[in-house]
């Protein structure tokens, strides 16, 4: 079974930068597509940034020039790194595979941007 663990949310002024990790029990990183994902109340989880095996990446229109997904194939997590944050941002960040077909989602890790 594969557990996913979410962390590095805060809060931060515009204009500030977080960096998310994702961490694993299994080793499921090494072999599938990897992405972020963000969620507000009352909408859908939506798709910020994918990982592919290769190390190839694609992003989110919000997001690009922004946020950069990467993997740290040797300890296995998926981080990601977000600069210049914005109100927008805002949310509660997840990550799973790309599809997202690990059941069991984390709890996710809360990222708030405000004055």
């Known amino acids: 079974q594969v557990l996913l663990v979410e962390s590095g949310g805060g809060l931060v002024q515009p204009g500030g930068s977080l960096k998310l990790t994702c961490a694993s029990t299994?080793?499921?990183?090494?072999?599938?597509?990897m992405a972020w994902y963000r969620q507000t109340p009352g909408n859908q989880r939506e798709l910020v940034a994918t990982?592919?095996?290769?190390?190839?990446?694609h992003y989110a229109d919000s997001v690009m020039g922004r946020f950069t997904i990467f993997r740290d194939n040797a300890k296995l997590p998926v981080y990601l790194r977000m600069n210049n944050l914005k109100p927008e941002d805002t949310a509660v960040y997840y990550c799973?595979?790309?599809?997202?077909?690990?059941?069991?989602w984390g709890r996710g890790t809360q990222v708030t941007v405000s004055s």
């Open positions: 799973n595979a790309d599809p997202p077909y690990v059941a069991n």
């Open positions: 990982i592919r095996r290769d190390g190839s990446t």
């Open positions: 299994g080793d499921i990183f090494r072999t599938i597509d």
